[in-house]
């Protein structure tokens, strides 16, 4: 696992693609911020609060005191990362977005973290011609955005900050593996970042709009996915690193899915979803903490 260490604290790029960002990530330091004082009676974050007996602990579904009481059992928090990108005509824009939340909700669910609200757009790759719909923020932009919401969050008692995303664009992981803290550790997860050929049949690793996302969708949301409208097509190894790089834009000749997904099935989608679910819990929530 690379690992970027820095004065301002030390990030961790878990599962990430072999493209060299870590390696080029530099933190700087942040100006030292006093932290938050709420203006409230002695014991308003004290007063009792039940927590919720089960489910996902989404910080938007909380009272101040809940997320008071949570983080002090566990100053972690899970923050999903989406995007509004079409994925071809068989799947829906939020594709990346839906995903990702159902993963960070079983996440939070299975290990009791703070789940943040998501953020619900990223850097989207260019197409060569236009889907309506599609939205997309610069790179410095979603950079920007999460330095500004996890400043505040760590002012409050965050210690440990988990971004997680299903989008593998090169310049949207930049954005991630570069958000700076003042002492809290960053990890970055790319769902699809982990090697998943062997359950799959006409690919050796994710693309987009996929067998791979294709399937996962077949399985959290069938009813968002329609294998009828589904095309195929597929670029070389040298042609997807390009791709992912924003090098080579989607070419006019695919329906906007790269991949194959006329493969997919939800029984797929189920053992692609329990894969990578177990290999983020293993890495992030079961193992001990990198050494700071």
Not at 19 to 35: E, W, Y
Not at 91 to 106: A, R, S
Not at 142 to 152: A, G, Q
């Amino acid at each position: 696992m690379p690992a970027v260490r820095g004065s301002a604290g030390v990030l961790t790029h878990i599962a990430m693609r072999k493209s060299g960002i870590a390696a080029n990530a530099r933190i700087a330091r942040r100006r030292r911020l006093p932290l938050l004082t709420l203006r409230l009676p002695t014991d308003a974050m004290t007063l009792p609060s039940p927590l919720p007996a089960s489910g996902p602990l989404r910080v938007k579904e909380l009272n101040p005191a809940q997320v008071t009481a949570i983080l002090g059992n566990d100053p972690r928090l899970i923050i999903p990362i989406g995007t509004c990108e079409q994925h071809g005509p068989h799947l829906p824009l939020g594709c990346d977005t839906i995903i990702v939340e159902h993963m960070c909700d079983d996440l939070s669910a299975e290990y009791g973290v703070l789940r943040a609200p998501t953020v619900e757009y990223g850097v989207n790759v260019d197409t060569e011609r236009g889907f309506t719909g599609n939205a997309s923020l610069r790179k410095k932009t979603l950079h920007r955005m999460l330095n500004d919401l996890i400043d505040s969050w760590e002012a409050t008692g965050v210690r440990e900050f988990i971004l997680i995303t299903a989008h593998g664009q090169d310049a949207h992981q930049e954005a991630l593996a570069t958000v700076i803290t003042t002492a809290a550790r960053v990890r970055v997860v790319d769902m699809f970042g982990m090697n998943l050929s062997d359950l799959l049949d006409g690919q050796r690793e994710a693309m987009h709009g996929d067998e791979v996302d294709t399937s996962i969708m077949l399985f959290l949301r069938p009813e968002l996915a329609n294998l009828d409208l589904a095309q195929d097509y597929m670029m070389s190894r040298e042609q997807l690193r390009r791709y992912r790089r924003g090098w080579l834009t989607v070419p006019s000749g695919s329906a906007g899915s790269i991949g194959r997904p006329s493969l997919a099935s939800a029984e797929k989608g189920k053992r692609l979803y329990e894969r990578i679910f177990a290999k983020i819990s293993d890495r992030i929530f079961l193992a001990p903490a990198p050494a700071e």
